[in-house]
């Protein structure tokens, strides 16, 4: 039986490592900054293969702007859920339950742990 408890607290602790080693990264790539216009932009490159940028954070028009993705040759790639919009990060190979993911909200720019955190960050900034 301690066998057992102590091979699921293993399996606790590498799924959460997983879970903020893919937050950090996405965290880690983030670089913000204004335009000549004033608008507040944000751009992530995450390793060689995904780089996108998210123009006028928390303003009317904010865009997210793909400007690569190499879903053969990349370890991480990019979606957007219709359910609460915000971005997904994920690693490829990494599932659900496993935590593999980062949010990020258009309206902010922020990084999350989970879609219930990014909805939080979805509220217009003033």
Do not use: W
């Not at 390793?47 to 303003?59: E, N, P, R, S």
């Not at 690569?68 to 599932?95: M, R, T, W």
């Amino acid at each position: 039986m301690k066998t057992l408890l102590m091979a699921g607290l293993m399996l606790i602790a590498i799924n959460t490592q997983a879970y903020e080693d893919i937050h950090n990264v996405v965290q880690e790539s983030r670089t913000c900054g204004f335009d000549e216009n004033q608008n507040f932009n944000c751009e992530f490159v995450i390793g060689a293969y995904l780089d996108f940028l998210i123009t006028d954070v928390g303003g009317r028009e904010t865009i997210t702007l793909i400007r690569k993705a190499d879903y053969e040759k990349g370890k991480f790639y990019l979606n957007v859920s219709p359910s609460h919009g915000c971005l997904i990060v994920g690693q490829l190979g990494s599932k659900l339950f496993e935590g593999g993911f980062a949010y990020i909200s258009p309206n902010n720019a922020k990084v999350y742990d989970n879609p219930t955190n990014c909805l939080s960050g979805l509220e217009l900034l003033n």
